[in-house]
T-cell receptor, first 117, second 115 residues
Framework: DGGITQSPKYLFRKEGQNVTLSCEQN?????MYWYRQDPGQGLRLIYY???????QKGDIAEGYSVSREKKESFPLTVTSAQKNPTAFYLC????????????????FGPGTRLTVL | AQKVTQAQTEISVVEKEDVTLDCVYE???????LFWYKQPPSGELVFLIR??????QNEISGRYSWNFQKSTSSFNFTITASQVVDSAVYFC????????????FGPGTRLSVLP
């Protein structure tokens, strides 16, 4: 089955620790995204990558880092510099926009709920 | 700047009632795409529909229908004869063609369908 997997489902972090959230897709999509969701709010973009070995900051990149060494994988590291990391994190992927500019839908993983103790 | 507003924070209906979720967007682009997603309690967002700015035809898919009106910058979503399984948070999103593939999401509307 094609899809996006995220692990772990729940993650607990002590203050001052870095943690890495995994995101893997087998949809053969070029583009991948990380979003943060806080209660009662929509999704906010942390980082995105449109191709391997390239990624761009989103709206709330401070305190986060990513890598894109393989097409299938886009891990997110939440560093100790992120002041309020407790949130629900969603990874998504999409096939690239066509040359005509058509934007394709994003497919989402099941999410990782991070709690700082 | 692009922005999506979903003014209804929470809606409760009784099963079999019809319900409309509102979505109002702001964009300066003439070419853009609108999306609706469903987020059930499990947390994963499920894609429902994509609409581009040049296609104002309304769409119906089973009990779901969408009303796109450029004149009012709205893309409303109606569920007919709601069911308990429709209970979820629904998000409207906007992507401008000139802004690549990045989406701007509204804050979501939590729909509770009571038996």
């Amino acid at each position: 089955d094609g899809g996006i997997t995220q692990s772990p489902k729940y993650l607990f972090r002590k203050e001052g620790q870095n943690v890495t959230l995994s995101c893997e897709q087998n949809l053969n999509h070029d583009a991948m995204y990380w979003y943060r969701q806080d209660p009662g709010q929509g999704l906010r973009l942390i980082y995105y990558s449109q191709i391997v070995n390239d990624f761009q900051k989103g709206d709330i990149a401070e305190g986060y880092s990513v890598s894109r060494e393989k097409k299938e994988s886009f891990p997110l590291t939440v560093t100790s510099a992120q002041k309020n990391p407790t949130a629900f994190y969603l990874c998504a992927s999409s096939s690239p926009s066509s040359t005509s500019g058509r934007v394709n839908e994003q497919f989402f993983g099941p999410g990782t709920r991070l709690t700082v103790l | 700047a692009q922005k999506v507003t979903q003014a209804q924070t929470e809606i409760s209906v009784v099963e079999k009632e019809d319900v409309t979720l509102d979505c109002v967007y702001e964009t300066r682009d003439t070419t853009y795409y609108l999306f609706w997603y469903k987020q059930p309690p499990s947390g994963e967002l499920v894609f429902l529909i994509r609409r581009n700015s040049f296609d104002e035809q309304n769409e119906i898919s089973g009990r779901y229908s969408w009303n796109f009106q450029k004149s009012t910058s709205s893309f409303n979503f109606t569920i007919t004869a709601s069911q308990v399984v429709d209970s979820a948070v629904y998000f409207c999103a906007l992507s401008e063609a000139n802004y690549g593939q990045n989406f701007v999401f509204g804050p979501g509307t939590r729909l509770s369908v009571l038996p």
